[in-house]
């Protein structure tokens, strides 16, 4: 497929990326390419400038600094599924790493550009809501941190605007006594999501975010409230999520009905929860 | 000062250990530049969508699919295609996958094989499973992928 006509850059530090991103009008980041270069060939993103990543080797580490675990935005999803800091801080980022399109996307595809697209079916956004993770943006103005559910604005869109780059996700390092899970229906085995929904419980205290079921990921917060400070078994779970499905506007497509997938929702959820209910038992 | 981002580069690549430097359009696709530049139309144009698998090579030795990586991304790289799997012979996953028949129309054959040459490579002896999870960025649409998986095992076990 011949793309529409692209100038193209390759800076070799954040500053020069930033102002790449800054002077030129219609200048997009270029991480891994794995949705960008297709939805290139489909012009569903027509770029006047690629500022290419690719050399900004400050922006791949992965690192647990104190309590805390920093995902480069750059690092690849195939680096996440091996990383024994993530194995060792948190895990599910790794395993759901695995479950993301194939072994060729994930050699290429990045955290940051997975994020950055923002796409309501995907894996991340809900994770990274549950697990109380933030963003580190920086423009030509300075760096500014926010939080996951300031970072997901709507459908493909997040934070990061004009002469921004996003720099690195910081998750918080789980200790004893934190569980998480994510659950839901795919296309395919590792395709993308019809519904789930991601949970995580710290000290009994829980944060669970839908995916698919509007814009932006959907804290479920009555459902956290029930839960708090609870024994959780099943039937907890089951009667705490239930009605969760009528609180919800989720859209209809070719893959589910609205109402399957306030159906789908309560389902992944409960099996979300008791998941990360057992990871933190131990 | 920011680098003036450009419409045409040149690139370095290496490609089967040979290197080239060509000058390209920006917006030319890896497999484009494998294809019509370089005339190894051994990697083929399936999907065009990221989707098939057919596009498979390997960049500093990973397996990618190169229909949605850019000329340009590879400057300073090496590449591996179908055509550098072997020389006159054919290496024993290729002859696992004549052995098995592993393949009919052969489209997608050149990717599955840079798939399951990667994966050899880094588990020399794979299982069902694990050939079943490196291959799933591939699609066949004559085989029913058995074979393939078969031929792979195989050749993971040295009973080519």
Redesign the interface.
């Known amino acids: 497929m011949l793309l529409r006509e692209v100038s193209y850059a390759r800076p070799s530090t954040v500053e020069e990326a930033v102002s790449l991103l800054t002077e030129h009008d219609g200048a997009r980041a270029l991480a891994g390419g794995q949705t960008l270069v297709n939805v290139m060939k489909q012009r569903a993103a027509s770029p006047d400038v690629l500022v290419d990543l690719a050399d900004l080797d400050d922006l791949r580490p992965i690192t647990v600094s104190g309590t805390t675990l920093e995902i480069g935005a750059m690092a690849t999803l195939a680096s996440i599924t091996r990383s024994s800091e993530v194995e060792v801080s948190r895990p599910i980022l790794a395993a759901t790493a695995a479950t993301v399109a194939d072994v060729q996307v994930r050699n290429r595809g990045t955290l940051g550009g997975n994020i950055c697209v923002n796409d309501p079916t995907n894996h991340f956004p809900p994770l990274l809501v549950a697990l109380g993770a933030s963003m580190t943006i920086r423009s030509a103005s300075g760096e500014r941190v926010v939080t996951a559910e300031e970072f997901f604005v709507g459908v493909f869109e997040t934070a990061v605007g004009e002469g921004d780059l996003l720099t690195r996700i910081s998750i918080p390092a789980a200790g004893k006594g934190t569980g998480d899970g994510m659950a839901g229906v795919t296309l395919g085995a590792h395709g993308t999501y019809v519904a789930n929904a991601a949970a995580s419980v710290v000290d009994g205290t829980w944060r669970i975010a839908l995916g698919c079921v509007g814009a932006v990921p959907h804290r479920a917060t009555a459902v956290e409230s029930a839960l708090d400070g609870t024994d959780v078994d099943e039937a907890a779970v089951r009667s705490a999520v239930e009605g969760l499905g009528d609180t919800l506007d989720p859209p209809a497509d070719v893959h589910a009905s609205a109402e399957y997938r306030r159906s789908l929702a309560e389902t992944s959820t409960v099996r979300a929860v008791l998941q990360a209910a057992e990871k933190a038992r131990g | ?7 045409e ?1 040149v690139v370095r690549v290496s490609v089967n250990g040979t290197t080239y430097e060509y000058e390209v ?3 030319r ?1 890896l497999v484009h530049f494998l294809r019509d530049d370089l005339a190894l139309t051994g990697t083929h144009i399936g999907c ?3 989707s098939c ?1 057919a596009c ?1 090579v390997h ?1 500093n030795g ?4 190169s ?4 000329a ?2 590879a ?1 300073g790289a090496a590449v591996t295609t179908v055509e550098g799997l072997g020389d006159e012979e054919l290496t024993p996953l290729q002859q696992s996958f004549s052995d098995h028949h592993a393949l009919q129309c052969g489209y997608c054959t050149p990717g599955m094989l840079m ?1 399951a040459a ?1 994966l050899l490579d880094e588990n020399p002896s794979p299982s069902e499973e694990d050939v079943k ?2 291959l ?3 699609i066949c649409r004559c085989t029913g992928y058995w074979n393939i998986v078969e031929a792979v095992v195989a050749a993971g076990k040295g009973v080519a």
């Open positions: 000062m920011a680098t003036t981002p450009v419409s580069k359009p920006t917006r696709l065009d969508t990221g698998g498979t960049l990973v397996p990618v699919k229909c949605a990586v850019l340009v991304q400057d798939s990667a999870v490196a799933q960025g591939n």
